[in-house]
């Protein structure tokens, strides 16, 4: 059963549903290389990195292991997205960053290249970061940069993340490319309907972070995978409650084609998931 895929604004196809690559704590690399590995094994072509959560590495070594095992005949079977970190949304600084991901990828582009978030840090701040190092977002420099990553095919595709309307009508007011994408946090109990609507209209795909609520993270939320509602809904359809997040996540946030659907990306969902994941129904 292939991955269904979605064709963004700049006509390259993204399968719906993406390998998070972000983890706290970090497992050694070799670790990382296996799990990725094993990821392209059992089927996932969509993959998630950014240049912050320092898994790109692995992540070039096990498509490469990949590509030399013969478990993909080419590059192009893949879909990678990497994101721009904020200490190097600076418009000079965009190419580089780029060129130091695809580094250590070793790939000769992204297929998606993110500005990660709407704002901007002192250049060359490593670790935490004080109020002071925070610096007005340059929307026009840095999306300028973007698009020039985009015309120099070193990104097949230009979006961002974690931009709301506002900034993205700002964005969208200097940009001669439109984003792609929007990868934003959104699952069943934060549905960003308003956000939504406004991509959908944009013909920005949005993008679900954290469809399970990022249950054990910090910043997250066991409102999710303790819902007694998704309990009862799991119970009655004799699925786990992932299954049933995963489903009604693409389910209930897809409308129509283009910028409607919502693809999601997860970390640690096992294939088994996938195979009793109904694309067909519009249900749970
Ligand atoms: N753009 C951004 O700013 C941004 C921010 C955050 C994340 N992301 C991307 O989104 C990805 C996913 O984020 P996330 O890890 O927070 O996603 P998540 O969807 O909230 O899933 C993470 C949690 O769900 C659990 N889980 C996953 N599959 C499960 C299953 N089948 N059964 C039971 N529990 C399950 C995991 O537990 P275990 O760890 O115990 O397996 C983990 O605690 C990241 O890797 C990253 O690529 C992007």
């Known amino acids: 059963m292939g991955i269904?895929?979605?064709?963004l604004n700049s006509g390259q196809k993204m399968p719906f549903i993406g390998y998070g690559t972000a983890a706290l704590p970090m497992p050694p690399p070799q670790t990382l290389v296996s799990v990725f590995f094993d990821a392209i094994e059992v089927g996932y072509r969509h993959f998630d990195t950014a240049s912050m959560y320092g898994t790109e590495e692995s992540l070039g070594q096990a498509v490469a292991q990949a590509l030399q095992r013969g478990l993909i005949k080419s590059r192009d079977q893949l879909f990678i997205t990497s994101k721009l970190w904020c200490t190097d949304a600076h418009h000079d600084l965009v190419l580089p960053a780029l060129s130091r991901t695809l580094k250590k990828l070793g790939l000769e582009y992204v297929d998606l290249y993110l500005i990660h978030f709407p704002v901007r840090l002192k250049q060359g701040i490593v670790g935490e970061h004080s109020n002071e190092d925070v610096i007005p977002f340059d929307i026009k420099g840095t999306w300028e940069a973007m698009e020039e990553c985009y015309r120099l095919g070193l990104a097949k595709s230009v979006g961002v993340s974690n931009f709301g309307c506002k900034k993205l009508s700002q964005l969208l007011h200097h940009a001669t490319i439109p984003p792609a994408v929007n990868q934003v946090e959104m699952n069943v109990s934060w549905q960003q309907e308003k956000l939504r609507h406004f991509c959908r209209e944009k013909g920005i795909q949005v993008s679900a972070w954290s469809p399970l609520g990022a249950n054990g993270?910090?910043?997250?939320?066991?409102?999710?995978?303790?819902?007694p509602v998704l309990k009862d809904i799991a119970i009655t359809?004799?699925?786990?409650v992932p299954q049933v997040l995963y489903n009604t996540t693409?389910?209930?946030f897809y409308i129509g084609g283009g910028g409607g659907g919502v693809s999601v990306v997860y970390w640690w969902w096992v294939w088994t998931a996938w195979l009793g994941f109904d694309f067909g129904d519009g249900g749970c």
């Open 217 to 227: 993270a910090s910043w997250g939320t066991l409102d999710v995978m303790e819902s």
């Open 237 to 240: 359809k004799e699925k786990s």
């Open 250 to 252: 693409y389910s209930i």
């Open 4 to 7: 269904p895929e979605v064709v």
